[in-house]
């Protein structure tokens, strides 16, 4: 439940200035038009699962991007049911749209490729809660490669030769000696990778999913004392969402989803960094940055 | 359209502590907790038309409501549909209700009572916009009359006389005169009233139904010079709204429902002004209130 302070589950993933969201609760466009947000350039929206406080913001969403005369197609992705819940909807208030509405249904029990582009890869997996939810992975992909300075004039490289070895290939010299590619390249910034996990109990494989990710966002509901709450409504524990946060070896936790019962976050924050020391609170209005890092250097 | 500052339509109404809801936006229930609301105690909800802005936060009131654990049954009123939206949206999100739900579908073309209890009569009637739409008035009953002292002790009145006078009865001395209850009784209070209407063309038959309403709340969303867009939409401009408020005499007018289109509301204010000089701007979170008045004394 929203509280004074908190308005339902909306996240805004701004990847090069490409916008996407992720889950849509009641009041999205009221926050995204708080905190100054253009929010015409978002393009492709993730929901996790059916229920409305991840849900309920849509109808308004694509109400207003309609009167603003929006003209590029909305992609939005989620579990079965989402076509038929917002087609249901535009017919029952005879909304007509300007643009194209592409709603993509996922297939539940998979871990699948939903989005491609040139910087970005997104996936999504089943989480587990009461009803099919899905788990969202932002991972950029490689950059372009960087040649070695020493690898140009070893081998006296042609430009030809540098393309095709910045895309990947080996070298093969005039002698017929075959040279890999990680010989002769680096690359120049580490991938950024972000995993969005709501609403679900503590999963396993959670941990590999994770693995090195600069952020990972893990709703932690409830308090460890009530974690048989947690169990029997499908959600999960500060102390879970540390656990996982650890075990996966991700920069970052962010926790949120926070039970209305909860005066404060004060406990949260506690019982999660006494596992995770980097846990961080999910507050309105806050964004966290990933900075682009030169990967590091291999010393040969 | 929201905007940063404002958000959709909804007015709540406090009867002598008694919660009535006009209209629930999406946001309702945010706004309702942001303004240290204790909500639970609305139990009736009226719903002008089937537009998103004045309706989309239903669904997450509702919910709300369930998770808290309400136990009254909540009263929905509204235009026929009502009630295929609101029961469709629990299927499909397979909600189920911990307390009941009574969605009173409304004549569209009649002028009716829709709600009365021992204080308050509520009315609906048909205003003029793109759909079928509802306005709503609100009116207070008239208090127990009061007896003048100086006809107690003229007539030397029992006590038994005296009750029936109260409720309106003539007298009849023992000498087989009636006096009229009008000549023995003054009403203590001035009957207060409240008319609700949004979204609507201008409507002449208004300067009737709001005479004498201590507040009209008429829908303002054009200046105007946008007269003609306020036309083709099915809406009113400042200047109409100002004039109805002029010629149904009504002691204080609120104009609101600006289109996004103006940066604020100065204008609106001053145009309406020139013509009506009790206009007040709508803003979210303001309280306005009618003061109980001693009724006129009529000297003969």
């Known amino acids: 439940m929203p509280t004074a302070k908190r308005f339902p589950t909306a996240q805004l993933i701004n990847v090069n200035e490409r916008f996407f969201l992720l889950d849509c609760g009641e009041g999205t466009q009221m926050q995204l038009r708080k905190f100054r947000i253009r929010f015409g350039k978002i393009n492709h929206i993730f929901i996790s699962h059916l229920h ?15 009167l603003l005369g929006r003209k590029n197609s909305l992609h939005i992705y989620g579990p079965p049911g989402i076509k038929n819940i917002l087609l249901g909807h535009l017919q029952m208030f005879s909304m007509e749209l300007v643009f194209t509405l592409d709603i993509h249904e996922l297939a539940p029990k998979r871990h699948q490729q939903v ?7 997104i996936f999504a997996f089943p989480l587990k809660h009461r009803i099919t939810t899905m788990g969202y992975i932002f991972l950029e992909k490689d950059a372009e490669l960087n040649i070695k300075k020493e690898a140009i004039s070893k081998y006296n490289l042609s430009l030809a030769s ?22 002769l390249t680096k690359p120049p910034y580490k991938q950024r990778k972000y995993v969005y996990c709501t609403d679900t109990r503590p999963l396993k494989k959670i941990n590999e999913l994770a693995k090195n990710a600069d952020i990972l966002y893990h709703e ?10 947690a169990r029997d409504t499908g959600h999960s524990t500060t ?16 926790i949120g989803h926070f039970s209305a019962r909860y005066k404060d976050q ?35």
Do not use: C, W
Request: glycine share 8%.
């Open 266 to 300: 004060v406990q949260h924050l506690k019982e999660a960094r006494e596992i995770f020391s980097e846990t961080v609170i999910a507050e309105d209005g806050v964004t966290f940055s990933i900075e682009k890092m030169r990967a590091p250097e291999v010393k040969n």
């Open 162 to 183: 540098i393309t095709k070895i910045k895309n990947g290939s080996d070298y093969l010299t005039p002698d017929g000696i075959q040279v890999p590619n990680s010989e």
């Open 220 to 229: 932690a509901t409830f308090l460890d004392r009530d974690k048989y709450l």
């Open 52 to 66: 409305g406080d991840h849900v309920f913001g849509l109808f308004g969403l694509i109400s207003s991007f309609s």
């Open 115 to 121: 989005f491609e582009d040139k910087s970005l890869t």
């Open 239 to 254: 102390v879970q969402a540390a656990t996982a946060a650890k075990e996966a070896g991700v920069g970052r936790l962010i």
